[in-house]
């Protein structure tokens, strides 16, 4: 996921201080290298916030954006030490650059100072369209207030271009949010995408549902769920054309439904299945809304009804799902 809100501003930066070694490469010598002798050029120097990151998303900066060029025969390179360059794929512990230590240095995954991965990637490779930095963290490894100084680079065999990327690390950003309508029957809700079965929790607006089903106090309709067929009763789920659900039972945990893409109540694991809602009949009415391990991606839709039936009325909640890259202050109602 790219962060909608990265920050960029030019500084200078401090020259990187020497850092001790885990043993897995106490006793590496590289070998000489061709760019051993390449002139060092003065640093490009960008300073940007991330958010801290438990998924591998990175922070993608275009060479453009840094004012950076590379010669047609230019590796990619990172400082294991203050002596030592690695330079070029042979040299990459990445799948398109380098692991990296706190102050900076190239190191494997494994070593235990190892706080982010910077990968190039040329255009069209992993996506984008044009030359492109991407910073990323390993996750647990950063500290939330924490700056840290990486620095990457383009080398030939006469010259070097360092780029020393400055990180803040900020606070994460919700994995998800819900808003309640002015009806107090409908909310919009925006996920990230997860695979977890993860599920917000979204309080109900229970005057709202007592006023729906003309009652005084939510205890009738409780009392009512608690019959091995209340699912026929007192709650159903509402397919797109408006029809009730045609299964005998709840298709989710406790008492919810799983819809699937086409907004229709299916099974677990049904064909397009995607979201589930589901309430564990009891005051204050608190509903989980999550998504299926599959088929979600940035940009997927779903309008998910459910109704409370009380006699001869009935409450309709209805949900607005929508799958996001990030979930931001600047997201309204659906």
């Not at 070998?31 to 051993?36: D, G, I, L, Q």
Request: aromatic residues 12%.
């Amino acid at each position: 996921m790219k962060l909608n809100h990265l920050i960029i501003c030019f500084a200078a930066v401090a020259a990187l201080a020497s850092c001790e070694k885990t043993d897995w490469a106490s006793d590496f010598k590289a070998p000489e290298s061709p760019y051993a002798g390449a002139i060092v050029q003065e640093a490009v120097a960008t300073s940007f916030n991330a958010r801290i990151d438990q998924k591998y998303r990175t922070v993608d900066i275009t060479l453009a954006d840094l004012g950076v060029t590379p010669a047609e025969n230019a590796v990619f390179y990172a400082p294991y030490d203050a002596q030592t360059d690695w330079c070029g794929e042979d040299w990459y512990t990445a799948e398109h650059g380098f692991y990296m230590t706190s102050e900076g240095y190239a190191c494997q995954r494994s070593d235990a100072d190892a706080k982010f991965f910077v990968e190039y990637y040329p255009a069209g490779v992993n996506g984008v369209k044009e030359p492109t930095i991407a910073v990323g963290q390993i996750p647990d490894a950063c500290v939330v207030g924490e700056t840290y100084t990486l620095t990457v680079g383009f080398a030939t065999e006469s010259a070097k271009q360092p780029v020393k990327l400055t990180v803040k690390i900020a606070e994460a950003l919700p994995w998800a949010k819900s808003m309640e309508h002015e009806d107090g029957l409908t909310y919009t809700v925006y996920e990230e995408v997860n695979t977890d079965y993860m599920a917000l929790e979204i309080p109900i607006n229970e005057k709202a549902v007592m006023e729906a089903l003309g009652l005084d106090s939510l205890k009738p309709l409780l009392d009512a769920m608690q019959s091995d067929t209340a699912f026929d009763t007192t709650m159903r789920g509402i397919n797109a054309d408006g029809s009730y659900d045609d299964y005998n039972k709840y298709t989710a945990n406790v008492a919810g439904y799983w819809f699937n893409q086409d907004g229709n109540v299916c099974e677990w694991k049904g064909d397009k299945w995607g979201a589930f809602i589901e309430w564990d009949r009891t005051s204050p009415m608190i509903f989980r809304l999550g998504q299926a391990v599959e088929n979600n991606v940035v940009g997927s839709r779903y309008d998910m009804k459910i109704a409370l039936i009380h006699e001869d009325k009935e409450a309709v909640l209805t949900f607005k799902l929508k799958i996001v890259s990030e979930v931001t202050d600047d997201l309204g109602l659906l």
